[in-house]
């Protein structure tokens, strides 16, 4: 297989899941210090999967939880940022200026700031009250700090018993996915590389990453023209424009939004002839109870996408770590 | 002047300011009953101005304000909807499923429900704990809304202030903008009504309306492809695909977000020759002090809008009232 490198894979899946142990102790000295609320903080990709931790969190919690901009932060500002606010970030160099300043600006306002941060030797890895530093797998570190805050408030009996099955099967569920979805992402490649313009749509605890993977990865690294739209929004205007040939892809996640997505799939069919469903259902994931499946959703969705982009960048001989533009011009 | 009829314009606004003693009587009666949240709630282009209303309120407000999506609401729920909620929403019709199935699972949960319901003779509106029924001006009646509850809060100390000068000069001016803006709105459809996709960027308040102009006004009535970035994002993957010739479009607000959308203009004419620059601040506004042009930034965008919409319209040859599948199929 083009690009994969399977116990590499395995090996960053599981690391990611042995810092349970830290972001548990972290999680729990901030349950007995207490705290009024967590906000989810982000910009562009991180932003994206901000979005999908508060998805992930609504389904349970009766916490005030919510995301917020980094730049709307630093020019609207968020009187909701204050003593007493769990402030959560992810970035992995640690230098993009609007998260800089929107944990100076967090912090002074009386916030408390987790990060994480993938390199623990830059200014912002300095600046947080807690910090945990290990590459890659952002969205599964948000899903285990959500899911103790959760735990540790008396909303996730099972969370135990979930993480269990995780640490024992989640790695190598993911990489078979890989695996089981090479030959479908390679076809998709083929019949996808020259879109004009290619439509994703996603909902609920995949909705961050049909955004973030619309704009940060087709269009940031691919180069290709994308508009991404939530599953429910899609019967408010924007199918409107799609006739047989437009090029659209509906991803159906296991969680709580599944129906919401399955409904536009179902759809589909009366008016278009270049669509496809792109369904976690379909993925084995052995080991993972059913209960567990819908909680990872984005991840085996994020496994397909992976085999996708490896097939794009080699047909559109495009490599996805060019840009045009970002941090190559001043803007 | 194309499809305009002055008068009737400023009686619509002037009917809509009107409310605000009925507004003021609802929302000082939920203050002296207390109330824990507020939530604006929608969907489509509903739940584009539920977006609007919270940034709006953001400025200024420490209450807890949040917007929802009736469809995620139905899916994944939302705990923070319960007893002490308030539910703000506007519909039209009063016939949209999830607003209806939204609302009723709102009160379940032991929320009330604040309703601008266009038509007063419909299940919906008679479902309302309290109801506001007028034609038309969503946004102005839900920003009259959110002032209130900030004047309440004690965190709008200049709102009689402001509503005299709107009282007074709102209607005209806003009317004086789509004749202001008229010529430039008829060689803007000229160069833009065959684009193959256009790219509208904004943020702040003008934000959610950026979002639903692109979808509910050129893809929905105009058939035009579209793809909406809030401006800080927009530099966060999306700007990779704008070349020379790509058609992008960019809101400036007099909002707290307007330095961000000024980014995207000073940015683009580095790798676009095919950018549009519609700024508030180019409009007159006879009356309005210069600390509430912000606050009325989306209505004087969407007056320029008003005006593209009826010169595509004619070019086009395409009435902006034919829908292909909306309300026509089942879905």
């Given at each position: 297989?083009?690009?994969?490198?399977?116990?590499?894979?395995?090996?960053?899946?599981?690391?990611?899941?042995?810092?349970?142990?830290?972001?548990?102790?972290?999680?729990?000295?901030?349950?007995?210090?207490?705290?009024?609320?967590?906000?989810?903080?982000?910009?562009?990709?991180?932003?994206?999967?901000?979005?999908?931790?508060?998805?992930?969190?609504?389904?349970?919690?009766?916490?005030?939880?919510?995301?917020?901009?980094?730049?709307?932060?630093?020019?609207?500002?968020?009187?909701?940022?204050?003593?007493?606010?769990?402030?959560?970030?992810?970035?992995?160099?640690?230098?993009?200026?609007?998260m800089v300043d929107g944990v100076k600006k967090a912090q002074k306002a009386g916030a408390k700031v987790l990060g994480f941060i993938d390199i623990a030797d830059t200014n912002l890895a300095k600046m947080m009250d807690y910090l945990v530093s290990y590459p890659e797998n952002e969205q599964l570190k948000f899903f285990m700090t959500a899911d103790r805050f959760m735990y540790k408030s008396g909303e996730f009996d099972d969370y135990e018993d979930k993480y269990a099955e995780y640490d024992k099967h989640l790695a190598k569920a993911l990489v078979e996915v890989e695996k089981d979805a090479d030959s479908f992402a390679e076809c998709f490649a083929k019949e996808h590389n020259n879109?004009?313009?290619?439509?994703?749509?996603?909902?609920?605890?995949?909705?961050?990453?049909?955004?973030?993977?619309?704009?940060?990865?087709?269009?940031?690294?691919?180069?290709?023209?994308?508009?991404?739209?939530?599953?429910?929004?899609?019967?408010?205007?924007?199918?409107?424009?799609?006739?047989?040939?437009?090029?659209?892809?509906?991803?159906?996640?296991?969680?709580?939004?599944?129906?919401?997505?399955?409904?536009?799939?179902?759809?589909?069919?009366?008016?278009?002839?270049?669509?496809?469903?792109?369904?976690?259902?379909?993925?084995?994931?052995?080991?993972?109870?059913?209960?567990?499946?819908?909680?990872?959703?984005?991840?085996?969705?994020?496994?397909?996408?992976?085999?996708?982009?490896?097939?794009?960048?080699?047909?559109?001989?495009?490599?996805?770590?060019?840009?045009?533009?970002?941090?190559?011009?001043?803007?």
């Amino acid at each position: 297989m083009l690009k994969f490198n399977e116990q590499k894979k395995i090996d960053s899946i599981n690391g990611a899941l042995a810092l349970r142990k830290n972001i548990e102790t972290i999680v729990d000295d901030i349950h007995s210090e207490g705290f009024k609320n967590v906000c989810w903080f982000g910009i562009g990709g991180t932003y994206a999967s901000a979005m999908q931790a508060v998805v992930h969190m609504k389904e349970k919690t009766s916490l005030e939880v919510f995301y917020e901009s980094a730049a709307e932060y630093l020019t609207t500002g968020n009187k909701r940022i204050a003593e007493g606010t769990i402030v959560i970030i992810s970035s992995v160099t640690g230098s993009t200026e609007e998260m800089v300043d929107g944990v100076k600006k967090a912090q002074k306002a009386g916030a408390k700031v987790l990060g994480f941060i993938d390199i623990a030797d830059t200014n912002l890895a300095k600046m947080m009250d807690y910090l945990v530093s290990y590459p890659e797998n952002e969205q599964l570190k948000f899903f285990m700090t959500a899911d103790r805050f959760m735990y540790k408030s008396g909303e996730f009996d099972d969370y135990e018993d979930k993480y269990a099955e995780y640490d024992k099967h989640l790695a190598k569920a993911l990489v078979e996915v890989e695996k089981d979805a090479d030959s479908f992402a390679e076809c998709f490649a083929k019949e996808h590389n020259n879109d004009e313009i290619h439509y994703f749509v996603g909902a609920g605890n995949q909705y961050g990453a049909t955004y973030s993977y619309a704009m940060c990865y087709w269009e940031e690294q691919h180069w290709i023209k994308t508009k991404s739209i939530h599953s429910a929004e899609f019967f408010h205007g924007m199918f409107e424009i799609v006739v047989r040939d437009t090029p659209v892809t509906v991803y159906v996640t296991e969680d709580s939004q599944r129906e919401l997505s399955l409904r536009v799939a179902r759809f589909l069919p009366q008016i278009c002839a270049n669509y496809t469903v792109i369904d976690t259902k379909d993925y084995d994931l052995s080991g993972i109870s059913d209960k567990y499946r819908g909680g990872i959703s984005p991840l085996v969705i994020h496994a397909v996408n992976n085999r996708i982009d490896v097939h794009i960048e080699k047909l559109n001989c495009h490599p996805m770590d060019i840009r045009r533009y970002y941090r190559q011009l001043d803007y």
